[in-house]
C-alpha cells in the first residue's frame, strides 16, 4: 500500500504513520508544522517513510501510485483553533477539497478525520451518527465545528459526485504519548498541572463530561475503517463518560501529586456533555476500545515524566 497522510507530523498522525509503516505500507506523511512537529515522526526512520512539508491549502501533487489519502490536517485544540481561525477553516475548506482532488486523481480511497465537534453542545446524549448536532456557527469555537462539518459535506459529495470511495471517522476525544503539554485539552493541561505541582484547572463546577479515548484504540478503529465497506460517518470513542471533576482527581492520583484544585468559568459554547453512541462501530468494524482510562493515563504521565527528563 502507499498510503499519504495529511497532518501526519500531528498527534494522532503521527501514531497513524507509525502504525502503517507496521503493516507494510508506504508512507508520505504531508504537515507544514502549524501545530505538528518532526518530533513527533523523528524515530520512523525507515526508507518507505516519506516527509513532505507542505501546506494542504495549496494543490497537493505526488508522483505514482496512492492507495489511500487519509486527511488529518487541522488545528485540533481549543488553543489552537482559537488562535488560528482562518487558518482552522481554510484546512477544513480548502484543504480538504485539496485532499480530495488529490485522491480523485489517483484513484485513491478517502478518509476524513472528522471529529464529535460536529455535534456542537448536543441536545441527543448519547451522540449517534444520525444527530445532526447542536452547533453554535458565529461562536469562537463555531471555526472548528463548521470547518469540519463542511468537510464533511464536501466528502459526500465527491463520493455522491465524483463515485470516490469514502470513509468519515468521527474522533471523540483522544489522548496519549505526542500530546503537547500546552495545547489546552484537559488530560495534558491536568498532567502538566500535576507534575509541576500546581493547581488542576477545573472549568465551572467540573460537572461537564467527556469520553476519553486512548490513541491506540482510535488507530486500531481507523485500520478499520479504511479496509470496510462503509461510506456513512462512523463514531469512534469510548462509550465510557466520566466528569472532566473525576478525571482531575484521577490525574493527581496516577501521577502521586500533591496538587489541589482551583475553579474557573466556563468558556464560551463549552459542551456540557459529550459520549458517543459506538453501536455503529461494533457492528461494521466490530470495534471498541480496550484501553481502561487508568491504564492510559498512567501510560500518559509515564511518557511525560520520561520526557521531562530527557536533554534538550
Not at 480523485?104 to 448536543?122: I, M, N, Q, R, W
Not at 468537510?151 to 504519548?177: C, K, S, W
Not at 498532567?191 to 460537572?207: F, H
Amino acid at each position: 500500500m502507499r498510503i499519504l497522510v495529511t497532518g501526519g507530523a500531528g498527534f494522532i498522525g503521527s501514531h497513524l504513520c507509525e502504525f502503517l509503516l507496521g503493516q507494510g505500507a508506504h508512507v508520505i506523511c504531508v504537515d507544514n508544522l502549524l501545530t505538528g512537529t518532526t518530533d513527533n515522526i523523528a524515530h520512523l526512520r525507515d526508507p518507505r517513510f516519506l516527509f513532505v512539508k507542505h501546506d494542504v491549502t495549496h494543490y497537493i501533487v505526488h508522483e505514482g501510485r496512492l492507495d489511500y489519502v487519509l486527511h488529518f490536517a487541522s488545528p485540533a485544540s481549543p488553543i489552537d483553533y482559537l488562535e488560528l481561525p482562518i487558518q482552522t477553516l481554510k484546512v477544513g475548506a480548502l484543504g480538504t477539497h485539496k485532499a480530495l482532488g488529490l485522491a480523485k486523481a489517483h484513484g485513491a480511497k478517502f478518509l476524513l478525520a472528522s471529529t464529535s465537534e460536529v455535534y456542537g453542545d448536543p441536545l441527543v446524549h448519547p451522540q449517534r451518527e444520525d444527530y445532526w448536532g447542536n452547533v453554535n456557527p458565529v461562536g469562537p469555537r463555531g471555526v472548528y465545528d463548521e470547518a469540519k462539518r463542511f468537510a464533511e459535506a464536501m466528502t459526500m459529495a465527491y463520493h455522491r459526485v465524483h463515485g470516490l470511495d469514502t470513509r468519515i471517522v468521527r474522533i471523540f476525544n483522544t489522548y496519549g504519548p505526542r500530546m503537547r503539554l500546552t495545547d489546552g485539552r484537559a488530560i495534558p493541561t491536568f498532567i502538566r498541572q500535576a507534575l509541576a505541582g500546581e493547581s488542576l484547572t477545573v472549568y465551572g463546577d467540573g460537572s461537564q463530561t467527556r469520553s476519553f479515548t486512548y490513541v491506540s484504540d482510535l488507530i486500531d478503529g481507523i485500520w478499520r475503517l479504511m479496509r470496510a465497506p462503509v461510506n456513512d460517518p462512523v463514531n469512534l470513542g469510548n462509550p465510557r463518560e466520566m466528569t472532566l471533576l473525576e478525571l482531575a482527581k484521577q490525574v493527581v492520583r496516577l501521577s502521586a501529586s500533591q496538587s489541589q484544585l482551583a475553579f474557573g468559568p466556563l468558556p464560551v459554547d463549552d459542551p456540557k456533555v459529550r459520549q458517543p453512541d459506538i453501536g455503529r462501530a461494533r457492528g461494521l468494524l466490530q470495534w471498541e476500545p480496550k484501553v481502561e482510562v487508568e491504564e492510559g493515563l498512567a501510560l500518559t504521565i509515564e511518557w511525560y515524566r520520561a520526557q521531562a527528563g530527557r536533554p534538550r
